[in-house]
């Protein structure tokens, strides 16, 4: 490979770095085609870009980047460097490396990851990166929350109470229970 094609791709993976808020680095050694080709499918269904790089480049790529230190994701470079990048939720590349795991033990390994610039180092953050909730999913526990006091007094105005007296006395016991 020549200068001129390792910048070229050192600067189209810095440019993937700046527009993608979340991305993983795995360990996928040891893979059959078969096995990558299968990993690469999955992760395409599920909106996931995933490519191989060599690890200076992916070092020289995070070095680029502006306003954020990935010094401490340097020495998780070594070995078979994957990259995947997700533009929609930072726990959807944890989940798919989950699901595939679940057909082949162990691999792919998590290296490291960055979430909103928030960096995780080892796969021993895998669950927990996993099982964290998506911007949409907290929205959505937030709009529950704030509607269940609405919910509330709609249930005790439509049981029959319709005096206001009622009404209190519904809310009081819903509140001591």
């Known amino acids: 490979m020549t200068r001129e094609e390792k910048a070229q ?3 189209e993976l810095s440019e993937k770095f700046a527009n993608n808020a979340h991305f993983y680095i795995t360990d996928a050694g040891g893979f059959t085609v078969e ?4 990993f ?6 599920s909106g996931i870009e995933y490519k191989v790089y060599k690890n200076t480049l992916i070092r020289k790529a995070l070095e680029k980047q502006e306003g954020t230190d990935y010094s401490p994701l340097f020495n998780a470079l070594h070995g078979f460097s994957g990259v995947l990048f997700s533009k929609e939720a930072g726990n959807l590349p ?16 998590l290296k490291a990851a960055s979430i909103n610039s928030d ?13 964290l909730k998506s911007k949409n999913e907290l929205i959505g526990d937030v709009i529950a929350l704030l509607q269940s006091p609405a919910k509330n007094v709609i249930s005790a105005l439509q049981s029959g109470k319709s005096t206001v007296a009622g009404l209190v006395k519904a809310l009081e016991e819903r509140g001591s229970k």
């Open 119 to 131: 960096l995780f180092i080892g796969d021993e953050n895998l669950t927990m990166l996993s099982e």
């Open 94 to 109: 944890a989940k798919v490396i989950k699901e595939f795991r679940l057909k082949l033990e162990g691999k792919p390994v």
């Open 40 to 45: 690469r499918r999955l992760c395409f269904k």
């Open 35 to 38: 096995q990558i080709n299968n």
């Open 9 to 11: 791709i050192i600067e």
